[in-house]
């Protein structure tokens, strides 16, 4: 008992130390301290910028046609094809709209450090393209405007924010929210027009207006891509922004003012994002106004993936770029510094200035990549001894000169074409860079994560054949006793070899000034090693018992089974298909060993239902309520049958009390009860979201009170076996209920059912005299 106990714990704590290895090895925030700025030394193009971010805008629904032939977005369309210049913006995972937000406006993607802080807030300072502007009026939904105005210790920002509690996934019509967006923005500009001070602030240079449209994104959740509302909603938008536009030329009439209409994600076709689908990737980009390229005949789609042919774009060059070049377009089409994390590569052809002014605008760019480079270089050096330095070849210091002297001669020779190619490259390998840099250490400590994992697993080896087999026998601990003298010197010089690799490993993270955490992740392998190699006669009695039992193939045998089953197991998160498989080879099981043909047929029977599950498609949009309530009902029938069944002892069993029977009567009807409310609520709340009438309030009280209730009415049944297990299931049972859409209801019983098998297997095999009804966790 002391052995489990102890080796619970101490395996408790290396895994703990390994999952919070999983932030250090992958979760790095990409910013960089210590910075310099860098702005194009030439006169910007633009005074102001205008940003219209779509939330959850679909590239293909904005772009496509319609069966008549027209647009949806009638205006969008006639700035691709008289004004601008569009392209595809294709996103990173997480698909989500803070990501999404952050890459636009400052450059660079998720800081995932920021998981463990917080993720709806933004937890960490970072620049963007807002905070290097003169001034920026925002309006939309407050999650977003407060990513860029927590820090903003010089009030740039200026953000105008609707109640979150007007966002409503269920509402008949969210496109109210951007309605609101485009009727503040109206009313700005009319007041603006009676304050002669905000008037002053509006015709300085470097100013920017963010319009967050919410309303897309919502109706997208709330009633999929490829539904009339979110169709509607394009629309919407698309005259929004038409009339925006139209109110900023006759306020300003300078023709100073540049446009770009993108979105942060997209959307899948049951309305979720966050993933990596192409739907939820690709978003559009369309840039207009000052500074910007007009349109430019193409011939044919340069990308081959048939989008444009699809859309009749083909005609129009498109321009793709990666989310997190829009931040430095939009800097350098008002003049302002680039963010300087920004990872952007600026797309100089969307600009439609000079050669000069795109190289220069380009140089700029390149030597803000640079900066970040070297400064990412230089905190990797300081912490690593020059002996074990490894520098990243494709940039080296002459290298570098090589390409600046390159480009500044070709800039002197007015040879700007040339010049940009050479930028270009220059900027690929800062990039490739500074990705090596970040990622310096993820080899080392996947090395040393990975050797505790092994070591690990070799140690729970030793344990169980040590005390849960016939393999260390008597006459084999006598024999190892004897032996002991002559390997005690032995295992002596191995404690001396792993303090000395504890010590050089510890004495070098301390020179390095590696954090606190290295220094576990480097030491458990040591440790675990130590441990193992110590107790390696273990492995030689096993290797022993198994030449004298001659079960050496049988123990190959089982090995490969066990190797086999783990393939099928990681194969299955792909093709989910195979865990069908693997399912009906697990029914069949039961027929090769003890087991009466009853049990057996049931555990065939239990496993081929299951099987049936992985083969159907994945629960999206697809909604069948009639199957949601039939899980319900289906779950009373069968606890009333087994209620009735006096072998199950659900009522009544020999180890309960007196006063047992009635809490567990009182406890199962009102369970029961629960069961009917969320199959009534979730049939209610179908019907009132199909009338657009969106979600009841006294459903939503309802659904929250059974969400707290039932999961603790577990905590006050019987301690039998059966009843236990039985009012878990129940309390589970309705709150998944209230999340089913389709066939999940069937599945969890089914499951229940399986498992509940699985209990019976092991008992009947097992050969204990006990019943399993008169069993408790007492």
Known sequence: MRVSVFFAAIGLSVHLVLLISIFDIYFKSPIIHGLPSYEVPLSAPAKRLVLFVADGLRTDKLFELQQNGSSRAPFLRSVITEKGTWGISHTRVPTESRPGHVALIAGFYEDVSAVTKGWKTNPVDFDSVFNRSQQVWAWGAYDILHLFTKGDHEKRVVAHAYDTGEIDFADEDASR??????????????????????????????????????????????????SKEYYENIAFVDRGIKRTVKLIETFFDDGKTAYICTSDHGMTDWGNHGAGDPTETETP??????????????????????????????????VDVNQADVAPLMAVLIGVPIPVNSQGLLPVEYLGTDWHFKSMALLTNARQILAQYKQQKQNVQQRTLSLFF??????????????????????KQARYKEAIQVIQKFIELSLKGLTYYQKYDRVTLSIAVAFSFLSWMAIGCLLLLQFYTGVMSVK????????????????????????????????????QNAPFMYYLYFSIPVLLGTVTLYQSDVYFEAKKYMRRTEVKMWFLALGLLAASGLELLVIAFFYRGVMSVGLLFIGMWPFTTTLSKKTSIMWLAGCIVLSIFPLLPVVGRQQNYTLVTLAGWLSIVILGYCARRPELGLVRNSRQTAKEPQRVVVITVIQIILIWVAITIVRSTADSIERKAGLPLVNQGLSWILLVVSPMLCLFSSTSLFNRLQNIMLSLLVPFLLTCISYEGLFFLTLC?????????????????HRLQDMTFE
């Open 753 to 769: 059912f399986v498992m509940f098998l699985w209990i019976c297997i092991e008992h009947e095999l097992s050969g204990s005299p």
């Open 476 to 511: 084999s601990l006598e024999s190892q006793s004897h032996r002991d003298s002559s390997k005690r010197q032995g295992k002596i010089k191995l404690l001396l070899c792993s303090l000395a690799v504890f010590l050089f490993s510890t004495i070098l993270l301390y020179v």
């Open 390 to 411: 490894r520098q990243y070849k494709e940039l080296l210091p002459k290298r570098q000169v090589e390409l600046t002297d390159m480009i500044d001669a070709l800039l």
């Open 177 to 226: 929210l951007d309605g609101w967006v485009f009727e503040r923005f109206e009313q700005f500009l009319l007041e603006s027009a009676k304050n002669d001070s905000l008037t002053n602030q509006l015709q300085q240079d470097k100013v920017i207006f963010f319009l967050h449209l919410l309303g897309l994104d919502t109706n997208g959740h709330g009633h999929n891509p490829d």
């Open 285 to 318: 980009l369309i840039v207009w106004g000052a500074g910007v390229t007009h349109p430019k005949l193409s011939g044919k789609d340069v990308y081959y993936d048939g989008y444009a042919e699809a859309w009749n774009l083909t005609m129009f060059r498109r």
